[in-house]
């Protein structure tokens, strides 16, 4: 081992080459999923690499459930459709998400009543109660599912647990990229590579300029055996009740959206998109692992 102060010189090594395709894309969440289909179905042969064992990205085991910005509050009509529509149609069929109708978009109230804590509102809107508009409720499992079958119906050469580790440059152009697996150092090589990581690892690597943003942390949550009916009309008959209730409830956990709780399609199961931790680094070891053990302390003080 050579170490020169705070670093370790490491000795060159080499990697398989495990693939070759037209197109690499790096990362199987919503985004790298979209690219990979889409230059499947124009012929193109496709890698799709993957750091973990499912598809889905923050869709599915970030567990962000509920599929937003589907809406053009100008026109009142969906403004997002293509991959991301077929996805909802898919999971639709398995009784594995939920939407309203047309006919319940706008500010009824009783649409709102039925679709606020499915999370399927406009919250760009100014207005209170935020008007209900197109969007979906999913489970990330059945995310996880359709994604797999659809990958396989397409012929997508899949690499899951394949964790990326630098991209392979020569004259100035990506010709690949190397990965870390539990079978060692693997080189996946493509024409075109795409950077659908969701941190630009892949263009930072290859020396891309960029710019160092932040956003909050959370350790997004669900809770199983809740009678969503019962605290709904909890909810909506004793309002001043609820609201000093909820107010509690925020506190104990940390920071959180109006709605902390929405219900999914798997019938007592709701979705707990709290608690909020901000002014923490995503690209820092210490501040996720610190994410992940103070978020975990503020679910358990709700419990």
């Known amino acids: 081992?050579?170490?020169?102060?705070?670093?370790?010189?490491?000795?060159?090594?080499?990697?398989?080459?495990?693939?070759?395709?037209?197109?690499?894309?790096?990362?199987?969440?919503?985004?790298?999923?979209?690219?990979?289909?889409?230059?499947?179905?124009?012929?193109?042969?496709?890698?799709?690499?993957?750091?973990?064992?499912?598809?889905?990205?923050?869709a599915s085991g970030g567990?962000?459930?509920?599929?937003?910005?589907?809406?053009?509050?100008?026109?009142?009509?969906?403004?997002?459709?293509?991959?991301?529509?077929?996805?909802?149609?898919?999971?639709?069929?398995?009784?594995?998400?939920?939407?309203?109708?047309q006919h319940e978009w706008g500010e009824l109230p009783e649409s709102y009543r039925r679709w606020a804590r499915w999370g399927t509102f406009d919250f760009h809107s100014h207005k209170t109660p935020y008007p209900i508009c197109f969007a979906a409720s999913f489970d990330p499992d059945g995310w996880k599912r359709v994604s797999l079958e659809w990958v396989e119906e397409l012929g997508i050469q899949l690499r899951l647990h394949s964790w990326f580790s630098r991209a392979l440059m020569e004259d100035g152009r990506i010709k690949g990229v190397i990965c870390e697996t539990k079978a060692g150092r693997e080189a996946i090589l493509g024409d075109i590579v795409i950077d659908a990581t969701g941190d630009l690892d892949v263009a930072a690597s290859a020396g891309a300029p960029y710019v160092k943003g932040s956003y909050i942390m959370t350790t997004v949550f669900r809770l199983g055996g809740v009678d969503t009916d019962a605290a709904e009309r909890f909810e909506y008959g004793e309002p001043a009740a609820f609201a000093e209730l909820d107010k509690r409830a925020k506190k104990m956990i940390g920071n959180s959206w109006a709605h902390w709780w929405l219900k999914t399609p798997l019938p007592g199961v709701v979705w707990c998109n709290c608690p909020h931790m901000p002014g923490l680094d995503g690209l820092k070891v210490e501040d996720l692992t610190h994410a992940e053990m103070q978020g975990r302390k503020h679910i358990a003080n709700l419990l």
């Open 63 to 101: 567990m962000v459930l509920v599929l937003d910005d589907m809406w053009d509050s100008h026109h009142e009509e969906i403004s997002v459709r293509g991959t991301c529509m077929t996805m909802i149609e898919r999971l639709a069929k398995l009784k594995l998400a939920t939407f309203p109708r």
């Open 1 to 58: 081992m050579n170490r020169i102060g705070d670093r370790i010189v490491e000795p060159a090594g080499e990697a398989r080459v495990a693939a070759q395709a037209d197109v690499v894309v790096v990362g199987g969440g919503p985004a790298g999923m979209s690219a990979a289909l889409a230059a499947a179905r124009n012929g193109a042969r496709v890698a799709l690499l993957e750091r973990y064992n499912h598809l889905g990205g923050l």
